[in-house]
């Protein structure tokens, strides 16, 4: 079984930081690009950010540009997305995806492999 399985998700404050892991299973991540994406209630799944096999391509959207970052960790087969100064607005269940035909983009449809999700909570 192929699996990416997320993890690092809660509830935290406005303001406050987090940190997302995304492990894989079952294969290496050595030769993947990776994406993270968010879906709300009654919202579309949009992509956040995402990272070349290597590490050496990064994209983020507009909206967390500047307080997110994304990074890997190939030695350790996991991504992460830190998350800092979040809003009430970044509140989603987030996922990591991973593929190897197309190169990093924040379009669904260049994406392989999902996690399951992790929700993440940002409330006073």
């Known amino acids: 079984q192929l699996q990416l399985v997320e993890s690092g998700g809660g509830l935290v404050q406005p303001g406050g930081s987090l940190r997302l892991s995304c492990a894989a299973s079952?294969?290496?991540?050595?030769?993947?690009?990776i994406g993270w994406f968010r879906q709300a209630p009654g919202k579309e799944r949009e992509g956040v950010s995402c990272?070349?096999?290597?590490?050496?391509?990064?994209r983020s959207a507009d909206s967390v540009k500047g307080r997110f970052t994304i990074a890997r960790d190939n030695a350790k087969n996991t991504v992460y997305l830190q998350m800092n100064s979040l809003k009430p607005e970044d509140t989603a269940v987030y996922y990591c995806?991973?593929?190897?035909?197309?190169?990093?983009?924040?379009?669904?449809?260049?994406?392989?492999?999902w996690g399951q999700g992790t929700q993440v909570t940002v409330s006073s």
């Open positions: 995806a991973a593929g190897s035909s197309y190169a990093p983009g924040l379009f669904r449809a260049l994406y392989d492999y």
């Open positions: 079952g294969f290496t991540l050595d030769y993947y690009y």
């Open positions: 990272i070349s096999s290597s590490g050496g391509i990064t």
